[in-house]
Structure formats: C-alpha cells, structure tokens
C-alpha cells in the first residue's frame, strides 16, 4: 500500500515538474512577442489619443511613473500622454490618455480591462470614452460624484475608475512639467490654480500679476536720499 502511495507521489511530481518545464519554455519563448506587441498596442493608443503628435519623447519621473511629450514636425509640445491604471469592479483598467497643453482632454483608448461583459466592459466602446473629450484631466469625474461623465447603466464603478485614475495620475504629472516650465525660466508657460500648465498665460494670470504688482508698488516703502 505504502509503495503505491509513494509510486503515484513520484509519478504526479514527474509529471508536474515536465509540464512546468514545457510551460516555462513557452513562456520564454512567446515573452518577447507578448511585450512587443504591448509595446506597439500603447504606441498606437498614444497616436490615436493625441493624433496632432508626429513623435512621442518618454520623460520618466519615478521607476513607476512617465509621460510623452507630443511633438509636432517643428518640435513645438502639443500635448502630453500618459498610462492611467485603476481598479474597476473586477479587474484593473489600464488606459492610454491624451491631454492638450492645457490639461483638457483630446482622447482616451482603454488598452486593458475584464470588467463585466456588456456592463463595466462597455467603458473600452468609442461612444462612452468620447465623453471625456474637452473635459479637464484633473477634475473629471462621473455625475454621482458631482461631475459631467455619464456613467454606464448598472456599471457605475467602471467609469468612476476611469475618472479617478485619470485625474489622480495627471494631478501628478502636470506638477512635475509645472516645475520643469518654471526651472527652464520659460516665461510664455504658467500653472493654472488647477494645477494644468499652459502654453500661454492666461487671462487669469495676467489680471493676477498686474494686481501684484500694483500692490507691490503700493506697499513698498518711498525710497530714502542717500547721503554721500
């Protein structure tokens, strides 16, 4: 009895350890393909979200967190595109998001999810991500949350999770190329109190800093004659 156990043990264990082999061989062989074809899948998201862009130029902020910068054929930034992953009903949503120059949305592809079929994974269709368009990246939220996104019927969780891995990820992103603008000295760049960099100041800033600087005249204090 006890030299069957032990045959069926060696037997199984044989067998485990040669399908693993078989499995880890497939595995390295198909790897490289599955990140390429990963590689080329975010390429075409990052063209069709921020279709103005002729190149895309990596800025790597963390080992977790980048951008692309957008280019133009003259090399002029016409927006910037990012990977925005948050969790869903029941999966993670990996999405490609293109903003303009101002923060506001100019598309968004969804190039991961397993939400439910014909409810949360409605949310990849064209007709629910076109709903994100023109809105500001930092502050778009579904309407149950005091935004303008119509949520999916019956999948409200879905595109809560789009809104907030959106917002959440730019908030950060668009600090850091704030304070790239600001360290470059570029004088024709400045942040909204939204936290969306601009390519122009705007009417908002220009009315500040007028103010400022009246106040500032105002508050200094005549100046003093200097005795030689």
């Not at 198909?30 to 921020?50: C, D, G």
């Not at 090399?75 to 869903?88: L, N």
Request: hydrophobic share 30%.
């Amino acid at each position: 009895m006890l030299k069957n156990i032990l045959h069926l043990g060696i037997t199984l264990l044989l067998i485990s350890g040669i399908a693993a082999g078989i499995l880890g061989a497939i595995y390295a062989i198909t790897k490289p393909e599955i990140e390429n074809q990963a590689k080329k899948s975010k390429e075409e998201a990052r063209k069709f979200v921020l279709p103005s862009a002729k190149t895309f130029e990596e800025k790597k902020i963390d080992d977790k967190l980048s951008y692309f910068e957008g280019k133009d054929e003259s090399g002029k930034v016409v927006g910037y595109c990012f990977t925005a992953e948050g969790r869903g009903y029941s999966s993670n949503i990996i999405s490609i998001v293109g903003v303009n120059c101002n923060g506001e949305i100019i598309g968004v592809k969804v190039i991961t999810q397993s939400e439910t079929p014909g409810l949360g994974a409605l949310i990849a269709e064209d007709k629910h991500l076109d709903k994100f368009k023109k809105k500001k990246a930092n502050a778009v939220k579904v309407e149950p949350d005091g935004g303008d996104i119509k949520p999916i019927t019956g999948a409200t969780i879905t595109p809560r999770a789009v809104c907030s891995s959106i917002s959440e990820t730019w908030e950060k992103i668009s600090k850091i190329i704030g304070n790239i603008s600001l360290k470059k000295g570029d004088e024709k760049k400045c942040d909204c109190s939204d936290g969306t960099p601009c390519t122009e100041p705007c009417e908002n800033h220009r009315k500040d800093h007028k103010r400022n600087t009246e106040l500032t005249r105002e508050s200094k204090p005549p100046r003093q004659g200097v005795r030689q």
